[in-house]
């Protein structure tokens, strides 16, 4: 079956520009996730959606990012005004819910010049 | 805040070799306990997970058993195999369910 897939896979943008990173789950599940993975600092976690809403925003490392989910499927993560600092792969993940495992997709390789 | 440390790569081993991957944790309450592999040129995929204290997760071969004493969860193989060379990554997840990445321990293995 078709697996959480993410767009573009890879994004190369100005510094100053808008950008927005979408993700696709898997259908069905209700639960999804954005990571961010950059060389400093490992795997960090951004955002957690339930259905549409966004119960925990902890992980958002500024104001510029924000995300949303509609239809409790398909998520947009967008972070404006990039910063060089922005530049990581964002990962997405989706479950069923509750620590049912979280599905991963490819990511997007996003980069500031 | 909750974290996880993981030994440091990388790790080269020759084929038939036996594996350990250090990770403990620190954490509010009781977390749920995880490790992720990442192949080369593919997304991260769950390995095995143990839930509650004394729990074994075992999976293609690996084992890590959850032990509250020593806050640890380290991955073991008895015999590893080239097909193994990846990115390991030990995680550990509270409250939201989100969940909290070690910094990944790249295993390379010869044969």
């Known amino acids: 079956g078709a697996g959480v897939s993410q767009s573009p896979s890879n994004k190369v943008t100005e510094k100053g520009k808008d950008v927005e990173l979408r993700c696709d789950p898997i259908?069905?599940?209700?639960?999804l996730y954005w990571y961010r993975q950059s060389l400093g600092q490992g795997l960090e976690f951004l955002i957690y959606?339930?259905?549409?809403?966004?119960?925990?925003k902890s992980g958002l490392p500024s104001d510029r990012f924000s995300a949303e989910r509609t239809g409790g499927s398909v998520s947009t993560l967008t972070i404006q005004r990039t910063q060089q600092e922005d530049s990581a792969v964002y990962l997405c993940?989706?479950?069923?819910?509750?620590?049912?495992?979280?599905?991963f997709g490819d990511g997007t390789r996003l980069s500031i010049l | 805040g909750d974290s996880v440390t993981q030994m440091e790569g990388p790790v080269t081993l020759s084929e038939e070799a036996f594996l350990t991957i250090n990770c403990t944790y620190t954490?509010?309450?009781?977390?749920?306990l995880f490790w992720y592999v990442q192949y080369p040129g593919e997304g991260l995929q769950l390995l095995l997970k143990?839930?509650?204290?004394?729990d074994k997760g075992s999976n293609k071969g690996f084992e890590a058993t959850y032990r509250k004493e020593t806050t640890s969860f380290h991955l073991e193989k008895g015999s590893v195999q080239v097909s193994d060379s990846a990115v390991y990554f030990c995680?550990?997840?509270?409250?939201?369910?989100?969940?909290?990445f070690g910094k990944g321990t790249k295993l390379s293995v010869i044969p």
């Open positions: 143990a839930t509650k204290a004394d």
């Open positions: 959606f339930q259905g549409n809403s966004a119960p925990d």
């Open positions: 259908s069905g599940h209700t639960a």
């Open positions: 954490a509010t309450g009781y977390p749920s």
């Open positions: 993940a989706s479950s069923t819910g509750g620590w049912e495992p979280q599905h």
């Open positions: 995680a550990s997840g509270a409250g939201s369910y989100q969940l909290t």
